[in-house]
């Protein structure tokens, strides 16, 4: 059941799924919720342990004037992973979750035992030029009445702040995402808002990446095609060994590649 806990100082709205197995975190996308995604995916991972949580000034956890920004996110994740999962996990981070997923790989390693980066750039230019977020809809702002502890003016606080992060933030070096040694699934819709050159480019920077760019689908690709997506996600977990392709082109030493 889900439940409020107290986590780096603050109320965080968590949830858990006590399946036997590894434990998985999932990271929702920015402006989103756990709820948004949960049904969508927890079914596939039903042979693990899962973790999840609204972020602050998400969802069902209240607004923080200081939280929204990536620096902050990022210490509230490595807070959540260290009292509350209480174990190295493998983490799900779709969007934003997934660069705060990035994040964690780069500055706590021995927390993360494998990481899938769901439609996620590293830096604020990876978004397409002509990309726009559009104004918060009527159906959005019934439910954030809801679902919000704040009140509902609060909503257009968050959206004009996030306005002013997306431009300007991440800003992850290449050369510290070259240093991340767990496997990595990166994972795009092929009408993605992140380009594809930013997602190959992030890929092909990892020394344990896999790449995966799913036909048919947007930045929204967990709920258009949740069947391919959870499966593609689902074997990767099952087996994080280094990939051995017949016809090898980016990885033709895997001897040396391998983690140790």
Request: glycine share 6%.
């Amino acid at each position: 059941m889900p439940e409020y806990l107290k986590v780096d100082g603050h109320d965080l709205y968590c949830y858990e799924w006590e399946n036997d197995g590894e434990a998985v975190v999932l990271l929702h996308g920015g402006m989103s919720q756990t709820a948004h995604w949960a049904s969508n995916i927890v079914p596939a991972l039903e042979d693990y342990h899962v973790f999840a949580y609204d972020r602050s000034s998400h969802g069902f956890t209240a607004y923080r004037e200081e939280s929204i920004n990536f620096k902050f996110q990022l210490r509230e994740a490595i807070a959540y992973l260290e009292n509350v999962v209480k174990e190295p996990a493998h983490i799900v981070g779709w969007s934003d979750g997934g660069i705060i997923g990035l994040m964690i790989a780069i500055e706590r390693p021995e927390l993360v035992k494998s990481l899938v980066l769901i439609g996620a750039n590293f830096h604020y230019n990876g978004t397409l030029g002509d990309f726009e977020i559009g104004e918060i809809s009527d159906e959005d702002r019934a439910e954030y009445a809801i679902y919000s502890p704040d009140p509902a003016e609060t909503q257009d606080v968050i959206y004009q702040r996030f306005m002013k992060m997306w431009p300007s933030e991440p800003e992850i070096p290449m050369e510290e995402i070259k240093k991340i040694q767990c496997p990595v699934l990166v994972m795009a819709g092929d009408d993605d808002v992140i380009s594809h050159a930013h997602t190959v480019e992030l890929y092909e920077a990892l020394p344990l990446g896999q790449l995966a760019i799913v036909p048919g689908t947007s930045h929204i690709l967990p709920k258009e095609k949740p069947g391919l997506v959870n499966l593609i996600i689902t074997e990767f977990l099952e087996d994080l060994s280094y990939p051995i392709t017949r016809m090898p082109m980016r990885r033709t030493n895997p001897v040396s590649n391998q983690p140790e």
